[in-house]
């Protein structure tokens, strides 16, 4: 893995439980951890603490990575449902800093460093999902994440739009998420993913996100497509069906690869990163 247009950037990854900031020297990562605290006023200490500490001054740019709903052109979130903070605007760090910050929603930072680092490297176009509590979606486009007007949700596509389809956490009926998620499969079965083991529930799985996957290729036609989150370590009683109804069903374009991600927990911190150095591009 080459990092060296990486070096001098240091990258932040915020979660619920523990923020990482990172940043390559000599082509190794160097992560230091955090516990995310109740107050962002706290958060913001230690962060800037960890990223001086890294940079031994003032970095490149920083990136970050973070729940939202939030907003990538003013690095504002509002809110976000499992930390308690609110109306944080994380461009002031680069205030304390002297350095540029971008930010961008946790799992487009992740989807970015599978694009430019991870599985999908050397791939122009790169479109995945992020399969956990909700189902996440990302397109990156030449190294950059691709957004819209807004931002893109793929887990949003619905897929059955009857009233009786299961109910979605957006408040739709047949979303992708609410077919195909752990949340929707552990309320549907009362199970948690990694409990079920029976290979005709998991065909069925695999059919409802092969689904999702043909829809984005005949919308983005992507080089590669790019599956991330726990339950992809179900592996090949997840992935052979899916892959063999992807093919099934691309009867307009070619089917694309689906690819497992490869960076695991590291990736956001990584993303990060790439966004401190690279930019939106937008």
Not at 14 to 23: E, L
Not at 50 to 79: D, F, Y
Not at 104 to 115: F, Q, S
Not at 136 to 156: A, C, K, P, S
């Amino acid at each position: 893995m080459d990092t060296t247009d990486f070096e001098g950037c240091v990258g932040v990854d915020i979660g619920g439980q523990s923020i990482k900031v990172g940043m390559f020297r000599e082509e190794q990562l160097r992560i230091i951890d955090l516990d995310t605290p109740a107050e962002y006023a706290t958060a913001r200490g230690a962060i800037l603490g960890a990223v001086r500490e890294l940079a031994g001054g003032t970095p490149r740019g920083l990136g970050v990575g973070s729940p939202g709903p939030l907003n990538w052109r003013t690095g504002v979130m509002e809110w976000t449902p499992n930390i308690p903070w609110r109306d944080v605007a994380y461009t002031e760090l680069g205030s304390a800093l002297g350095c540029p910050v971008r930010v961008d929603n946790d799992a487009n930072v992740a989807g970015l460093a599978e694009a430019v680092l991870g599985v999908g490297r050397g791939h122009h176009v790169v479109s995945g999902f992020t399969l956990g509590t909700g189902i996440g979606f990302f397109t990156v486009i030449g190294g950059h994440v691709y957004h819209g007007r807004l931002d893109v949700e793929g887990g949003h596509q619905v897929l059955n739009p009857s009233p009786d389809a299961p109910l979605c956490g957006c408040g739709a009926h047949g979303c992708l998420e609410a077919y195909a998620s752990a949340s929707a499969i552990e309320a549907r079965t009362g199970k948690r993913p990694e409990e079920i083991d029976d290979p005709e529930f998991w065909k069925e799985i695999a059919g409802y996100l092969a689904w999702g996957i043909t829809n984005i290729n005949v919308l983005v036609c992507p080089d590669v497509v790019v599956l991330a989150g726990g339950m992809t370590k179900r592996g090949a009683v997840l992935m052979d069906p899916l892959r063999h109804r992807v093919q099934e069903m691309s009867c307009v374009l070619p089917p694309p690869p689906v690819e497992v991600a490869e960076l695991g927990a590291r990736a956001g911190v990584y993303g990060a990163i790439v966004l401190a150095a690279r930019g939106h591009g937008e």
